[in-house]
């Protein structure tokens, strides 16, 4: 199965910083990779698919980029509601792996 | 509007079953593939099963391989997790999700708020 490995696993930071998640996959996945956003007690919410294609509704602060195994989820300036946990997932094979999640938290 | 709602979740002895349900509304559910993924308390997501629209074609996590049956009925709307020989690490939200189209790989798009399974003595 397809490893994919998120860094780092915690992130501090302050309202209206830039911070970037990387996630990386074991093999190649092309660009088939999604971006999640999960609140304490909430479902997931899907924030980019085909790795840089943003989901309708999604504020356009949030961006993705990547192709082969590196793939990157950049928020431009830190919101209050932003900070939640990511899990990227990739969807070249059935095994539709996730990520270990990155919890970003307020400095 | 898409609405997902699962059911079905309790408290399970090891060893025992429990089948899951899942009610869509709001799109044609025969044209969508489906899934579930679960959530062990304070753990990540895992995916256990995707079903394609018709429901001829299945995965399973090595995980639950052999013990979890998805299926579905596209008549009702709705969509199962037949769950036997649950063991402590079933343990888990169990989240109901569905697709972007019938078949192939894709990325899921609506979840249903949860349900949740405790396995325990």
């Known amino acids: 199965d397809i490893q994919m490995t998120q860094s780092p696993s915690t992130l501090s930071a302050s309202v209206g910083d830039r911070v970037t998640i990387t996630c990386r996959a074991s093999?190649?996945?092309?660009?088939?990779l999604a971006w999640y956003q999960q609140k304490p007690g909430k479902a997931p919410k899907v924030l980019i698919y085909?790795?840089?294609t943003l989901e309708s509704g999604v504020p356009s602060r949030f961006s993705g980029s990547g192709s082969g195994t590196e793939f990157t989820l950049t928020i431009s300036s830190l919101q209050p509601d932003d900070f939640a946990t990511y899990y990227c997932q990739q969807y070249n094979t059935y095994s539709y792996t996730f990520g270990q999640g990155t919890k970003l938290e307020i400095k | 509007e898409v609405q997902l709602l699962e059911s079905g979740g309790g408290l399970v002895q090891p060893g025992g079953s429990l089948r899951l349900s899942c009610a869509a509304s709001?799109?044609?559910?025969?044209?969508?593939?489906m899934g579930w993924v679960r959530q062990a308390p304070g753990k990540g997501l895992e995916w256990v099963s995707p079903i394609s629209g018709s429901g001829g074609s299945t995965y399973y996590a090595d995980s639950v391989k052999g013990r979890f049956t998805i299926s579905r009925d596209n008549s009702k709307s709705t969509l199962y997790l037949q769950m036997n020989s649950l063991r402590a690490e079933d343990t888990a939200v169990y989240y109901c999700?569905?697709?972007?189209?019938?078949?192939?790989?894709?990325?899921?798009?609506?979840w249903g708020q949860g349900t949740l399974v405790t396995v325990s003595s």
């Open positions: 093999q190649s996945i092309s660009s088939w």
């Open positions: 085909k790795a840089s």
């Open positions: 709001g799109f044609t559910f025969s044209t969508f593939a």
């Open positions: 999700a569905k697709g972007q189209r019938s078949g192939g790989v894709q990325f899921f798009d609506y």
